[in-house]
Structures are given as structure tokens and as C-alpha cells.
């Protein structure tokens, strides 16, 4: 069974830098676009970041130029790299696999950043 499993969630403060890391089971995540989403109380789910199998990047406009989205195809692991925290990026954030019509979600980890 596939699945995806977050890491590297945790407390910081306002400034401060956090990576996340999802690890991918199965034999076609090099072959996936894999995402990065967020969900804060109250509110929907929203795009955060993707990555396609070729490494082309997309960010929502409210973390452009602080987050970075990566992926190792060696570990089946994709990154999050988050500078400059603001309080706004408190959420759980959740790791996503597409493949084709085949889409996977990872459990989420919490990120706070206090003010």
C-alpha cells in the first residue's frame, strides 16, 4: 500500500525557518507531481507548492520567495524549505502524490509560527 508520510512540522517563531519532508512508499514517485498543501483552522484547504516529475515548480503567491519546494527521486522524498515564517503560515500541512487520475495524501504535520 502507498503511502506518504510528512516530517519536520514544530514550533517557530516569527523569522524563523522550518523544512518539511515527505517520504513516498511505492515504485512512481519519480514519475508524480508532488504538492504541498495547507489547512488553517477554520479555513479551506490551499495550494502551497508543486513539483512535476521534470522539476517544474509552482508556488502560491503568498509564499513565493520563501518557500522552495524540492524532490530527491533517490529517497522518494519531497521538500519544503520555509524561511521568513509569518504567523499566517500556522497550519497543518499536508504532502500530496499525483499520478495520473491516482492522488495520495500524507497525514499532515502541524507548522505554528508565534508572533
Known amino acids: 500500500q502507498v503511502q506518504l508520510v510528512e516530517s519536520g512540522g514544530g514550533l517557530v517563531h516569527t523569522g524563523g525557518s522550518l523544512r518539511l519532508s515527505c517520504v513516498a512508499s511505492?515504485?512512481?514517485?519519480?514519475?508524480?507531481?508532488m504538492g504541498w498543501f495547507r489547512q488553517a483552522p477554520g479555513k479551506q484547504r490551499e495550494l502551497v507548492a508543486t513539483?512535476?516529475?521534470?522539476?517544474?515548480?509552482n508556488y502560491a503567491d503568498s509564499v513565493k520567495g520563501r518557500f522552495t519546494v524540492s524532490r530527491d527521486n533517490a529517497k522518494n522524498t519531497v521538500y519544503l524549505q520555509m524561511n521568513s515564517l509569518k504567523p499566517e503560515d500556522t497550519a497543518v500541512y499536508y504532502c500530496?502524490?499525483?499520478?495520473?487520475?491516482?492522488?495520495?495524501w500524507g497525514q499532515g504535520t502541524q507548522v505554528t509560527v508565534s508572533s
Open positions: 500530496r502524490q499525483s499520478t495520473g487520475l491516482l492522488v495520495l
Open positions: 511505492g515504485r512512481m514517485f519519480s514519475s508524480s507531481t
Open positions: 513539483i512535476t516529475s521534470g522539476g517544474i515548480t
